[in-house]
């Protein structure tokens, strides 16, 4: 087995990562890092929670170390784009482990805190930034930042950048450095808009594909609880105070959601903190802190607070609402099994989300098994009943079918008069003209009736679907609608 000491890395990067614990390359790292190393242009398909945050910080400080060259002021050798602060805090905690003894100096920089000591280490200069565009750009318009000494540049979780409408810092970004660098490029989706940026930004780029989905998707026990919105809170507390849920991530819709619950836990004794975008930066981080030092049990959390979260034991995540984008469901269960560990994710689905269920199933092409176990399952089965149990959700009780009438009605149907040659002499002589098929005259027959009304969405056929794991890559272009 292929371990770091074979990767030609500086030995003090070798001592840094012993020191982390970690003992074998990823499959990123592994595919990566060589070519890095090599001064090539990369193509990384790959998401969090694979080790794409070492597999390009690693050759990018070997090399920084290894020329030496020091950095003038205001100016900077590597940068790194993050979409989320959240994210780039978390590369920059990454770097600083792995630099400890390496003389180079780094820092981050985003929006939402003030720039003062932003601004102060990078008159110094420094040898990696990692940002986000838009504090970025501002900064360097006010002239604290020059690109002209940018040797590497990465965009890290580029398919988000352009989700959340960076494309144009970007753009601006990159017209600024030199064309003589080397450019990393992660994503973990390729749409078209990617696959035309990176196109434009590469030169001859090694690829690199992870299949991060499959191998921690496999990790992760999927589960749905079907469960009527007034009991979601009981639910939750029966859930968290099984001895298993150790760290667990809860993800609400709204960030008023979020402060519900959390204060529900509060009042329940569950140790919890929530992060929001109306939670300032400071207490956002004193949160993630104390839930990553395991002082919380519980972090409720909406969707964008929680993007980029690396906590390597989360064992739960709980998505108190299924969410509205089917493609967070991945990113959300993705907190969950990270480095190699197992992990439960657990949807809670009121009725009424059913086909936001449905949609995140179609687009994991993964039927999310149901768990019917808990206190609240049969209360939520009455009225959307028949549709909670596994059985009935792979097997519609009623199938539709236009051509084919259902059987009950079958019964009903007048039976077929059996015509003889006598019948038909006779009718010959009373000049009327009788069919073999006398159904046929019968409207019943012609407009044969509908079958009964389902009793809910879940009772209608689904699609037939594989049941096996997520394949990320390619497999999440996302339609909003699923109906069926
Ligand atoms: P990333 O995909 O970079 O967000 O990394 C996901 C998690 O895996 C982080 O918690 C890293 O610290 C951890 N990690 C990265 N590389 C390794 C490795 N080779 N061995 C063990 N853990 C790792």
Do not use: W
Request: proline fraction near 6%.
């Amino acid at each position: 087995m292929t371990s770091f000491s074979n990767l030609n890395l500086n030995p003090k990067i070798l001592a840094a990562l012993e020191k982390k614990g970690y003992i074998t390359p990823t499959p990123i790292q592994l595919q990566a890092i060589p070519s890095v190393l090599d001064g090539r242009d990369l193509l990384g398909i790959a998401q969090t929670g694979t080790g794409k945050t070492a597999a390009f910080s690693l050759p990018i400080l070997h090399n920084l170390a290894k020329s030496g060259i020091s950095v003038k002021s205001g100016c900077v050798r590597a940068l790194i784009l993050s979409p989320t602060r959240e994210l780039a805090s978390q590369i920059s905690e990454n770097i600083d482990a792995y630099s400890k003894d390496l003389n180079l100096r780094h820092a981050v920089i985003y929006g939402g805190v003030s720039d003062r000591a932003q601004i102060t280490s990078l008159q110094r200069g420094v040898d990696i930034l990692i940002a986000t565009p838009g504090r970025l750009m501002d900064l360097a318009s006010q002239g604290y930042i020059r690109f002209m000494q940018v040797e590497v540049l990465v965009l890290d979780e580029a398919d988000r950048m352009l989700d959340m409408g960076f494309i144009n810092d970007i753009n601006k970004i990159i017209a600024k450095i030199p064309q003589k660098r080397q450019t990393l490029f992660f994503s973990a989706t390729m749409p078209t808009a990617i696959t035309t940026l990176s196109k434009s930004i590469l030169t001859d780029p090694v690829r690199v594909e992870v299949t991060p989905q499959s191998t921690t998707v496999e990790r992760i026990d999927q589960k749905v609880m079907f469960v009527e919105k007034r009991d979601k809170l009981a639910l939750l507390r029966n859930i968290l105070r099984q001895e298993d849920a150790t760290s667990v991530i809860v993800f609400s819709k709204t960030k008023h959601g979020a402060d519900d619950v959390e204060e529900f836990l509060d009042r329940n004794r569950i140790s919890v903190a929530a992060i929001h975008g109306d939670k300032d930066q400071d207490q956002r981080e004193k949160s993630l802190n104390r839930f990553r030092e395991g002082k919380i049990k519980v972090l409720v959390a909406t969707d964008v607070a929680a993007r980029g979260i690396d906590i390597p034991a989360i064992s739960h995540v709980i998505n108190y609402d299924i969410p509205s984008d089917p493609e967070s469901y991945v990113h959300r269960i993705g907190r969950t099994a990270r480095a190699g560990r197992q992990g439960v994710a657990i949807s809670f689905c009121d009725p009424h989300d059913d086909t936001l269920l449905l949609a995140v199933e179609k687009a994991i092409n993964f039927k999310i098994p149901v768990d019917d176990s808990h206190a609240f399952a049969s209360k939520s089965r009455a009225p959307a009943a028949k549709h909670v149990g596994e059985k009935s959700r792979a097997k519609p009780a009623v199938k539709f079918d236009e051509k084919k009438p259902p059987h009950k009605e079958n019964h009903a149907a007048p039976k077929k008069k059996k015509v003889g040659i006598l019948d038909l002499i006779l009718n010959f002589f009373k000049g009327e003209k009788l069919s073999k098929k006398p159904e046929a005259k019968n409207p019943e027959r012609k407009h044969p009736p509908r079958p009964e009304k389902r009793e809910s969405n879940r009772e209608r056929p689904r699609p037939k679907r594989n049941n096996k794991p997520i394949e990320r890559t390619g497999g999440m272009k996302l339609s909003s609608g699923n109906k069926r």
